[in-house]
């Protein structure tokens, strides 16, 4: 009996050991922030110069150490800002942001562009790990009516308009305008 006693807490020793094993690569390698940083708001999306999705496409490069890092994104989709292609992408030393980004794994980025330079911000949430409904709910609160296209063509063929064709329908309201006039000062003229 005593023998089974001690068995058992070995092997839930083992076990539990096995559990911290597989947890902790997968708590490692996905985002994550520091307990004071304010909670993600879609409507920040607003306020940022450029949302993109976009592709982390090598390993991160530190600015200097213990400071911001930067990382080569291939730019996917824009949904706001000009954001285009290939671009590096700053990501400044603060609790707020997210370091560890996946080579070839798709993230949403907000950024500000100064000089010329992409920077996400440090002091909100602004590099979130893609997924397909925020990629919707973006495009939703994003997404503008596109400006009409205009296309441009040869002019109509043929000979140019004559003169008294062009200029007929302005001689004929001239001419209903005065017969009018006409016709409310003789109106005019009876009621006095």
Known sequence: MRRHLTALPAA???GLAGLVGVALPVAVSSPSYAAGCPAFRLAD???AAAVFDGRVT???TPVRPGGAITYPVTVQSSYSGSAR???TLRLPAGPCQTRALKTGEDYIFFA???GGRWTTAAATR???PYKETLNQRLHALLD???PPEVTFGEPLAGPPSSFTRVAAPGGAMIIVGLLGYVVVRRL???AA
Do not use: Y
């Open 12 to 14: 839930g020793l083992a």
């Open 85 to 87: 292609g290939a671009i």
């Open 188 to 190: 005019g003229r009876r």
């Open 45 to 47: 999306a607003q306020d």
């Open 126 to 128: 602004s590099v979130l």
């Open 144 to 146: 503008k009516p596109a």
């Open 112 to 114: 500000s562009r100064t």
């Open 58 to 60: 090598g390993p991160a």
